[in-house]
């Protein structure tokens, strides 16, 4: 979320991967570190296939960007980064790996964490909440 955050921060648009209208999925990152903590310590969820607890509601990069605007009382606009450019740019490291990752950003891309919920007893952090929890941390530093 870094092209978004940092980018309202600093009064610019936001800017986003490939396309802006496929849903996408982010994880939380305490509740993975929760989620990785509990299935290292159950010896009956070695051997499986989990995906990290992540919340239901998917959103799309307009609605995430959306979401970071309104939290921040930022303008809500962006760019986006065209597939072109971004293999154009691919001998440099960073974009050849985005280049490589875009089947993330060009079409729905969401977890369904509903077996490690339902298991664990576990309820996803909603988006909102993270976003706000994350904006309060960056606050601080």
């Known amino acids: 979320m870094g092209p978004v955050y940092n980018n309202l921060a600093k009064g610019k648009k936001a800017q986003w991967l490939f396309n802006a209208k496929v849903k996408h999925s982010f994880t939380y990152t305490p509740d993975a570190g929760k989620a990785l903590a509990m299935l290292g310590n159950t010896p009956a969820a070695y051997n499986q296939i989990w995906n990290m607890p992540t919340d239901p509601n998917s959103l799309t990069g307009e609605e995430w960007i959306k979401l970071f605007a309104d939290e921040m009382k930022k303008e809500n606009k962006y760019t986006l980064i065209p597939a072109w450019l971004v293999m154009l740019l691919q001998f440099i490291p960073l974009f050849g790996e985005l280049y490589e990752m875009r089947y993330q950003y060009d079409r729905d891309y969401f977890f369904d964490s509903s077996k490690f919920d339902n298991y664990f007893k576990f309820k996803p952090t909603p988006y909102v909440q993270g976003v ?9 530093l």
């Open 132 to 140: 706000r929890e994350t904006l309060k941390v960056l606050s601080e």
